[in-house]
């Protein structure tokens, strides 16, 4: 089955900063792979998918990610954080894969992102 | 501009009251959802629909009900056998994988 595991639940980095976000997957079956981002009291907006190609994903604000299939990791790295982006982050996956069912994702629980003056 | 919109934006209900959640998309979009989000929870899903005239269950589809009577409306009826509705609805839609958000419903019960 289908999971995502974010690791840490709360990220704080100074401004100006790398941000790593990490994001674990399992799929029995090749995955798409998203970045969601949630401002306080908001809906979700996409920063970048991976389907197929290129494992590098480049997404809005400065944002990309890296599909590792070996790892089974798809974390997501910016290399200057701005305070602009002190918000929450999704990781996504594909869900199950049978008639009827493409659109299902499947979430992970979500990292607070924290950027520090 | 294509988009999903959300009514209303905040919601006050009494206990044991039924109320409903309106979710309108012109994307054109078959697929619609609905997530419930608590701190600390993620987004868990509650009813989805891949077609009009149909919908599935959810993980947490108890004390909640759905119709898709027309493509772009999907709306959320939350009921009195929902113990803990307090919480902030998403409503998306979807044309293959990628899902597109509306701005959020929060639900308190007084």
């Known amino acids: 089955a289908q999971s995502v595991t974010q690791l840490g639940s709360h990220v704080s980095v100074s401004e100006g900063a790398l941000v790593l976000l990490r994001c674990n997957y399992s799929s029995s079956v090749p995955p798409y792979l998203f970045w969601y981002v949630q401002y306080p009291n908001q809906g979700l907006q996409l920063l970048l998918k991976y389907t197929t190609g290129a494992t590098l994903v480049k997404g809005i604000n400065g944002f990309e990610a890296e599909f590792k299939k070996s790892e089974t990791s798809f974390h997501l790295t910016k290399p200057s954080a701005h305070m602009s982006d002190a918000a929450e982050y999704f990781c996504a996956v594909s869900g199950p894969y049978h008639t009827g069912n493409t659109g299902k994702l499947i979430f992970g629980q979500g990292t607070t992102l924290q950027v520090k003056p | 501009d294509g988009g999903i919109t959300q009514s209303p934006k905040y919601l006050f209900r009494k206990e044991g009251q039924n109320v409903t959640l309106s979710c309108e998309q012109n994307?054109?979009?078959?697929?619609m959802y609905w997530y419930r989000q608590d701190p600390g929870q993620g987004l868990r899903l509650i009813y989805y629909?891949?077609?009009?005239?149909?919908?599935q269950k959810g993980d947490i589809a108890e004390g909640y009900s759905v119709s898709r009577e027309k493509k772009e409306s999907f709306p959320l009826t939350v009921t009195s056998a929902q113990k803990n509705p307090t919480a902030f609805y998403l409503c998306?839609?979807?044309?293959?994988?990628?899902?597109?958000f509306g701005p959020g419903t929060r639900l308190t019960v007084l």
């Open positions: 629909s891949q077609i009009v005239n149909d919908f």
């Open positions: 994307l054109n979009h078959d697929a």
């Open positions: 998306a839609s979807s044309m293959g994988w990628e899902q597109f």
